[in-house]
T-cell receptor, first 113, second 110 residues
Framework: DAGITQSPRHKVTETGTPVTLRCHQT?????MYWYRQDPGHGLRLIHYSYGVKDTDKGEVSDGYSVSRSKTEDFLLTLESATSSQTSVYFCAASQGESNQPQHFGDGTRLSIL | GENVEQHPSTLSVQEGDSAVIKCTYS??????FPWYKQELGKRPQLIIDIRSNVGEKKDQRIAVTLNKTAKHFSLHITETQPEDSAVYFC?????????FGAGTILRVKS
């Protein structure tokens, strides 16, 4: 769907370790997003990007950073992972702003022990 | 605030019956309202969307209605089938972000 690939698909790591998740898209979409999905909370926005090197915070950005050095790649980093960051992470991309459809990747299941 | 209320949180229907899920939003400037379906272990997938210049949109067995005055929109699924069982999310824009509802678990009993 819209050529969005997330890696890794699954990861188990320990508290305090750094973790980087990658999102790659092939459709030249300008906007890219990182969400986390937890039971009872739906999809919550972590960070988003509106162009190369242009990023902004979402609803739950504490403990996360992002980078976008190329149009096709959007990286999410947990500098020092905590157990509260155990979640399923979805990347999405869209042609334009919030009034355009977002297309999602397959998700990354991250467990922090 | 930036909030999208979605109801009900769970919905069980008999195969062949209709299902309705409702969402409310607070920003009168919101002009785009998508609905996503997420099957277990899969990605959310866009199933239908509506823009604020129309009141209703249909695509086969699914339809979305929008009441801008009341700031709510609804997803209607007719003649439900077991494969309609999934989690459904609504969303509305706030500024340049989409805010999602908490989701509705739809179970279609055969």
């Amino acid at each position: 769907d819209a050529g969005i690939t997330q890696s890794p698909r699954h990861k188990v790591t320990e508290t305090g370790t750094p973790v980087t998740l990658r999102c790659h898209q092939t459709e030249n979409h300008r906007y890219m997003y990182w969400y986390r999905q937890d039971p009872g909370h739906g999809l919550r926005l972590i960070h988003y990007s509106y162009g190369v090197k242009d990023t902004d915070k979402g609803e739950v950005s504490d403990g996360y950073s992002v980078s976008r050095s190329k149009t096709e790649d959007f990286l999410l980093t947990l500098e020092s992972a905590t157990s509260s960051q155990t979640s399923v992470y979805f990347c999405a991309a869209s042609q334009g702003e919030s009034n355009q459809p977002q297309h999602f990747g397959d998700g990354t299941r991250l467990s922090i022990l | 605030g930036e909030n999208v209320e979605q109801h009900p949180s769970t919905l069980s229907v008999q195969e062949g019956d209709s299902a309705v899920i409702k969402c409310t939003y607070s920003d009168s400037a919101s002009n785009y309202f998508p609905w996503y379906k997420q099957e277990l272990g899969k990605r959310p997938q866009l199933i239908i969307d509506i823009r604020s210049n129309v009141g209703e949109k249909k695509d086969q067995r699914i339809a979305v209605t929008l009441n801008k005055t009341a700031k709510h929109f609804s997803l209607h699924i007719t003649e439900t089938q077991p494969e309609d069982s999934a989690v459904y999310f609504c969303a509305a824009p706030y500024g340049n972000k989409l805010v999602f509802g908490a989701g509705t678990i739809l179970r279609v009993k055969s």
